[in-house]
């Protein structure tokens, strides 16, 4: 179980709006609490056998690509063809609510509907700035308004990341020649035996090389340039 999983899930919803385009394997629609049994790698796992329909073990670029558009028929809430930054923030931001409700009610034992420190394993200088009226515990609310507030100030730091990785032609818009572009360049770089299929153990090398990437920098990666037929 993640020691600072309420944390992990306010301040990762953030990151993640600013910095987890590249991957584009949350977008297939799966996801998980923060705190399931193999965190990240249990996450990733769960995430691999969504986008391999198929069920060989392995995923083709056209299963990759498909997980792309399946992520833009459920972000493009009009149904234009586009997913834009305010579809792209909204759809990720539900995503983290309905992750963070689940948490909350599986956490308040006695159904009071407020969590105190111990209960969330929020460090006490980020609980203490959630905790709004403080009162020494924190509700669905104010856990959500800190979310909000993280997010916020991610954006105002880093910008808005994700639209604009995907962006290739700068029209404020992700369609889906964009992204068909973009998961070649993926399965590019983590095909590394040029095989023609990502093992579970290169699929999931994309989430070291994020972590550690994020260790030198914070600032988003720029997308990666369009692969030429």
Not at 32 to 42: E, F, L, S, T, V
Request: charged share 30%.
């Amino acid at each position: 179980m993640n020691k600072y999983r309420y944390s992990a899930l306010i301040l990762g919803s953030s990151l993640a709006i600013a910095a987890s385009a590249f991957a584009g394997v949350a977008f297939a629609g799966g996801g998980g609490d923060c705190d399931k049994a193999g965190g990240h790698a249990g996450r990733g796992a769960a995430r691999f056998e969504q986008i391999d329909t198929n069920k060989d073990g392995k995923i083709s670029l056209a299963e990759l690509t498909a997980s792309r558009e399946t992520w833009l028929t459920k972000v493009d809430t009009n149904k234009d063809g586009v997913a834009t930054p305010a579809e792209i923030e909204a759809s990720m931001s539900a995503r983290h609510q309905e992750r963070l409700q689940k948490m909350f009610e599986r956490d308040d034992a006695n159904k009071d509907g407020r969590l105190t420190r111990e209960e969330t394993r929020m460090p006490s200088a980020f609980f203490e700035k959630a905790d709004a009226n403080k009162d020494g515990a924190l509700t669905l609310a104010e856990l959500g308004n800190a979310r909000k507030t993280a997010h916020a100030d991610q954006q105002a730091k880093h910008g808005p990341g994700k639209g604009a990785r995907f962006d290739q032609n700068g029209d404020g818009k992700v369609d889906l020649q964009e992204l068909r572009a973009a998961a070649q360049n993926q399965f590019a770089q983590l095909d590394k035996n040029k095989d023609g299929s990502l093992t579970n153990d290169e699929f999931r090398a994309q989430g070291h090389f994020k972590h550690h990437r994020g260790n030198k920098s914070d600032a988003p990666a720029a997308a990666p340039a369009p692969v030429r037929s």
